[in-house]
């Protein structure tokens, strides 16, 4: 795709004066997608989520575009078919490589999600049924799921109750989804972020937290999902026991 080969680098920029910039015109209608497109990816290491910026049209296209997304999985991890010998792809393609890193680590709109924010179950079943046949011919299957995983905390609740909707945790309990699974702990894991001490406190609560999803997604018929979700509750009671004992003040 040569509309991510840009060599453009956002250097010597005020990143607070160029993510505003890029704020406005993903705000102003006049701005066509692809020209956001190609901003966005220039820019791509100004734009941090937690800084208020986000590159919009790029994760947008991601969770809409099955081919795109596995063209930035391509990117970012080798097939399962390739010759591990092969040529390296030089300094350009490593930049490349490392842009794409950034927008699958840094990317939050969940497949399914409509840019008004809706979310459709059958959108994202068909997106990743997509996707999974994409992958599986270009032997990127599992690292591809994995991947996606990480993006699936962000769902939103399901309309009849449930914590997630129905149409992902569907996804996450299927016999072979244990890399989406995985990837889904590991992303919940991460999502924490630095804590303080509290004696096990904050680690018990959230493995009550855990626990709780854990029963709710059991009573909806989602019995491997309810075990990795139990499995993530158990280390941080693991953690929280380990917390409890230990000094605040050492070393």
Same mark, same amino acid.
């Given at each position: 795709m040569n509309s991510i080969d840009t060599d453009e680098p956002p250097r010597g920029l005020d990143q607070h004066a160029m993510t505003e910039i890029i704020k406005s015109l993903q705000d102003n209608p006049a701005t066509t997608q692809e020209a956001l497109f190609r901003i966005e990816w220039a820019y791509l290491p100004l734009l941090d989520h937690d800084l208020g910026s986000a590159p919009r049209t790029l994760e947008l296209r991601l969770a809409t575009d099955p081919s795109f997304f596995c063209e930035i999985i391509a990117l970012v991890f080798r097939s399962e078919k390739d010759d591990w010998t092969k %040529?390296? +792809? *030089?300094?350009?393609?490593?930049? +490349?490589? %490392?842009?794409?890193?950034? /927008?699958? =680590?840094?990317? %939050?709109? +969940? !497949?399914? &999600?409509? !840019?008004? *924010? $809706?979310?459709?179950? #059958?959108?994202?079943?068909?997106? /990743?049924?997509?996707?999974? =046949? &994409?992958?599986?011919?270009?032997? =990127?299957?599992?690292? $591809?799921?994995? %991947?996606?995983?990480?993006?699936? !905390? =962000?769902?939103?609740? #399901? !309309?009849?109750?449930?914590?997630?909707?129905? $149409? +992902? $945790?569907?996804? /996450?309990?299927?016999? #072979?989804? &244990?890399?989406? &699974?995985?990837?889904?702990?590991c992303k919940l894991f991460n999502m924490r972020g630095v804590h303080g001490f509290t004696a096990g406190k904050e680690e018990r609560e959230i493995a009550r937290r855990y626990r709780e999803q854990a029963e709710a997604l059991e009573g909806n018929g989602f019995p491997r999902f309810a075990a990795a979700m139990r499995k993530l509750a158990k280390g941080y009671e693991r953690a929280a026991d380990q917390e409890s004992k230990r000094d605040p003040f050492e070393d």
């Open positions: %040529q390296d +792809v *030089g300094e350009k393609g490593k930049r +490349v490589a %490392q842009n794409a890193y950034r /927008l699958l =680590h840094e990317w %939050q709109k +969940v !497949p399914g &999600r409509s !840019p008004d *924010g $809706a979310f459709n179950g #059958d959108a994202f079943s068909k997106w /990743l049924e997509e996707v999974s =046949h &994409r992958t599986k011919e270009s032997g =990127h299957y599992m690292i $591809a799921m994995e %991947q996606i995983g990480q993006v699936l !905390p =962000h769902s939103p609740p #399901d !309309p009849n109750g449930l914590w997630i909707h129905c $149409a +992902v $945790a569907e996804a /996450l309990d299927k016999k #072979d989804a &244990r890399e989406m &699974r995985s990837g889904f702990t």
